[in-house]
């Protein structure tokens, strides 16, 4: 005869957010129950939302709990897609960790994983039926498909700052969620799509724009309208206040759900650009400004080339690129001798001072180190915003060679991980304002 607590079970494997509750003692919040209640009724949707309130983490749970509610389904194939496959083999391993938890081998102790085929790229079982697929699967989106096909996907932030500037990449993203992605589902299958936006161009926007899902937004309007919080236990009135205040920019794209690509919430736009051709170059000697790697893969190493014609600041050359230290050395020695600057500017940290150590004597005197604080990047004369505007106005003029990585860096900064060619340019026109009796031009 069933117990008590057998009776408690099967209440609450038969929901699934009350499994979420149970497994990983979640606090009980409105919210993450309306986003279960979609996830069970709705075949097909996207959800907007904004960062921090645990999109990931609910998604997470659901799958875990699909698995143990449609294990006997011999058609149950689950594809999670994030931007890059380390991303989704985050999450397959999160699933598989709750899976692997006691909690859960009491709740669904009819799932038994195989040892053999249960890792961080994929989960499969020991079912009643022969299969070569495995019920999870995580794919980055830009990953091959060969052979995938599904009963459920989930797509968690398949875009990000890396892809959501790149537009090539984005509308290869739109044209695969039209064909091969719809191609690649069983009949009846659902989707999921979860993101906060960043751009007005990227999958995300063309999902909402032409109405492939229907969307289901939840945003902080409604704390601005009429007080009301989506997660008042972590996300108080004092810190939703104190982050608004910190991080604006930040805020309206991860909170008011607004795309960062508006012309008013640039530092640098398409417009900001102009180029100038065969430059003719004087008897005056340029000056660099370089910005360094500091770390593998993470950064490029930048040197910018410029003159200072007094009403105008041409920059002549940008150059973009990813070398070892002693290459990198040579690399100046050898621009050296091509321009003979008068200066160049370092930016000022342990790195980047210790690199300065290695140039040979004659580049040694002409170096300097430049500070790049967060009060000198604000400041009002000579911060980033006053370069952009003197950008703007004409005042800065960059020569055709610039590349379109470069620019890029340009337009979408400061909402992308790299800003070598930025950091650099804006090191160059600051010393050389300063250097002018601090005119700004």
Known sequence: MPSRED????????????TMRYLGDFPFVPLHKEWHDLLNTIPRFALKAPTGHAKTTNFIYYIAWLIGKQYHDPNLFIVLFCCNFREA??????????????????LFDWVKPDKNNFNKEYLKFHTN?????????????????????????????????????QYDTQQKYIRTFKTDLKNRMIPGAG?????????????????????????????????????????????????????????????????LLIPLTSDERLIFSDGDFHFMANMKIDDKRPQFALDLATG?????SCISIGYDFTEFKYFHDIILVDLKIK???????????KYNPSKIYFESNAFQKVFGDLLPRNLMYKSEGSHTSKTKKEDVHTGLGAFAAQIANRKVIF????????????????????????MSAWILWENICNVNEGRIF
Not at 129 to 146: C, E, I, V
Not at 327 to 337: E, S
Not at 399 to 405: A, C, R, Y
Request: hydrophobic fraction near 35%; proline fraction near 3%.
């Open 327 to 337: 290459d990198l050395v040579n690399l100046l020695i050898n621009l050296d001798l």
């Open 89 to 106: 083999k985050f999450r397959v391993q999160a699933v598989g960790e709750i899976i692997n938890s006691e909690k859960y081998k009491k």
């Open 399 to 422: 020569n055709e060679s610039i590349s379109e990585v470069v620019i890029k860096q340009f337009i979408s900064y400061p909402f992308v991980g790299k800003d070598d060619a930025v």
């Open 129 to 165: 039926y022969a299969r070569k697929d495995p019920q999870l699967l995580g794919l980055g989106y830009d990953s091959s498909w060969t052979g995938i096909r599904m009963s459920r996907g989930f797509m968690d932030d398949v875009v990000d700052f890396k892809t959501a500037f």
């Open 7 to 18: 009776y408690i079970l099967e209440a609450i494997r038969r929901d699934s957010y009350a």
């Open 296 to 300: 593998s893969g993470l950064d490029d």
């Open 191 to 255: 989707l999921c799509y979860v993101y906060t936006p960043i751009t007005k161009t990227d999958l995300s926007a063309e999902i909402e724009e032409e109405k492939l899902l229907p969307v289901h937004s939840y945003d902080y309007r409604n704390y601005e309208n009429d007080g009301k919080l989506l997660w008042e236990d972590y996300w108080t009135r004092e810190a939703i206040e104190k982050k608004r205040d910190e991080e604006p920019l930040a805020w309206s794209q991860g909170n």
